[in-house]
């Protein structure tokens, strides 16, 4: 069964340095999302790719978070500079959001600390 | 935008009985109501879903409700069994592709 993949798992960086994620949605999958979950909360959306157009970010604080999707299939979501405040989860998520198909499906995540 | 209420935050029962967790959400356009499982250090995982056309939806040992006029809607777990314990998302999405809201979650403990 496909899934989405997602690197690194893990990410240990101090503040004021810069790191990059990486995730490769389901193969055909249009919508890809990337999702930021804070420990004991769910997941909050971060941004929102249709192919390699942003759909929304206005929940992306731009002033250090960027992300591109630049051939409509992986994505790369990058901080810099980074911030103890940053410390969480990344998810990144794809679905094929057409044909009545609304289900997202999850990658493993990339766990950041920031020290 | 839309807003998410999950309630309990943790939730204990013995093995074989029922375990009920309530979502509530804000926006009454929204028309899909997903539930997410989540095992320790693991990816969600969609365990059963709901369109605002319908207002229960089973699966085996899982249902989910959903009461459009109250805005709520909730996971009904019949017959646990210790590997049902995670953490549980409900979600609201206002369309098709559109981002889900996420509740806080729900940490459910099934004791042998």
């Known amino acids: 069964e496909a899934e989405v993949a997602q690197s690194p798992r893990y990410k240990i960086t101090e503040k004021s340095q810069a790191v990059a994620f990486w995730c490769d949605p389901i193969?055909?999958?249009?919508?890809l999302y990337w999702y930021r979950q804070i420990l004991g909360q769910g997941p909050e959306l971060l941004v929102q790719?249709?192919?390699?157009?942003?759909?929304?970010d206005s929940q992306l604080p731009k002033d250090r978070f960027s992300a591109e999707r630049l051939k409509g299939v992986d994505s790369t979501l990058k901080i810099q500079p980074a911030e103890l405040g940053d410390s969480a989860m990344y998810l990144c998520?794809?679905?094929?959001?057409?044909?009545?198909?609304?289900?997202?499906?999850f990658g493993p995540g990339t766990r950041l600390t920031v020290t | 935008g839309e807003n998410v209420e999950q309630h309990p935050s943790t939730l204990s029962v013995q093995e074989g009985d029922s375990a009920v967790i309530k979502c509530t959400y804000s926006?009454?356009?929204?028309?899909?109501f997903p539930w997410y499982k989540q095992e320790l250090g693991k990816r969600p995982q969609l365990i059963i879903d709901?369109?605002?056309?319908?207002g229960e939806k089973k699966d085996q040992r899982i249902a989910v409700t959903l009461n459009k006029t109250a805005k709520h809607f909730s996971l009904h777990i019949t017959e646990t069994q210790p590997e049902d314990s995670a953490v549980y998302f409900c979600?609201?999405?206002?369309?098709?592709?559109?981002?889900?809201?996420f509740g806080t979650g729900t940490s459910l403990t099934v004791i042998p």
């Open positions: 998520a794809s679905s094929l959001a057409r044909g009545g198909s609304y289900e997202q499906y």
């Open positions: 193969s055909g999958h249009a919508t």
């Open positions: 790719f249709q192919d390699e157009s942003v759909v929304d």
């Open positions: 926006d009454s356009a929204s028309n899909y």
């Open positions: 709901i369109r605002s056309n319908v």
């Open positions: 979600a609201a999405s206002l369309n098709t592709g559109n981002q889900f809201y």
